[in-house]
């Protein structure tokens, strides 16, 4: 039983296009949090949210509590911007649950 | 600041030998956590301690044990490797266990059991 989904699991995007991941999740949640792997391996919180929507550079999270759905969008993409995006979850401050993550390959 | 460190960043073990992954962080925070990753799953928590002197189980915590030394160190030990233990290991840490914070992680650590 996986409490959180992401949607496409791969996506490749030539440079410049508007990307949107999806997260869909199963449990009650305090925050919902978007995370960044590059390909070397490390991994950065991008985003922590609770409601509505934030705004860093050219990424855009969103969160629908209501329907338990978030997207991330990555506006006008970037070679760079290549990395496997992953979506988490925390129901209390102890418990995290992570989606298996979106691998996105930008196209120069 | 370095932030989480971890050691070592590679470790190739034979089945049955133990071995203890090093986790610091330089934040002053109070919660670490020791995550496993593997191909095709999401982040598994394995333990985390919300403070200095506490320990608690997470989702997959069978064949390990941890100790926090201090407020900055967080170690996961394999008493008797196996190779369902092969995988990459991230510690992390936030401020609070009370509440819901970003969590910082380190460069992860690949262990191969063989």
């Known amino acids: 039983k996986n409490e959180v989904e992401q949607s496409p699991q791969n996506l490749t995007a030539q440079e410049g296009e508007f990307i949107t991941i999806n997260c869909s999740y199963s449990v009650g949640i305090s925050a919902l949090h978007w995370l960044q792997q590059h390909p070397g391996g490390g991994i950065v919180s991008l985003f922590m949210?609770?409601?509505g929507k934030k705004k860093h550079g050219r990424l855009i999270a969103t969160i629908n509590i209501q329907e338990k759905h978030s997207s991330l969008h990555i506006t006008a993409s970037h070679p760079r911007d290549s990395a496997v995006y992953i979506c988490?979850?925390?129901?209390?401050?102890?418990?995290?649950?992570f989606g298996t993550g979106t691998s996105l390959t930008v196209i120069p | 600041n370095a932030g989480v460190t971890q050691t070592p960043k590679f470790q190739v073990l034979k089945t049955g030998q133990s071995m203890t992954l090093q986790c610091a962080q330089d934040?002053?925070?109070?919660?670490m956590y020791w995550y496993r990753q593997d191909p095709g799953m999401g982040l598994r928590l394995i333990y985390y301690s919300a403070s200095e002197g506490t320990t608690d189980k997470g989702e997959v915590p069978n064949g390990y044990n941890v100790s926090r030394l201090n407020k900055r160190e967080f170690s996961l030990r394999l008493e008797s490797a196996a190779p369902s233990q092969t995988s990459v290991y991230f510690c992390?840490?936030?401020?609070?266990?009370?509440?819901?914070?970003?969590?910082?992680f380190g460069p992860g650590t690949r262990l191969l059991v063989l």
């Open positions: 934040m002053n925070h109070n919660s």
């Open positions: 949210l609770s409601s």
């Open positions: 988490a979850v925390s129901p209390t401050g102890n418990q995290f649950y």
């Open positions: 992390a840490s936030s401020g609070l266990a009370t509440r819901i914070e970003t969590q910082y």
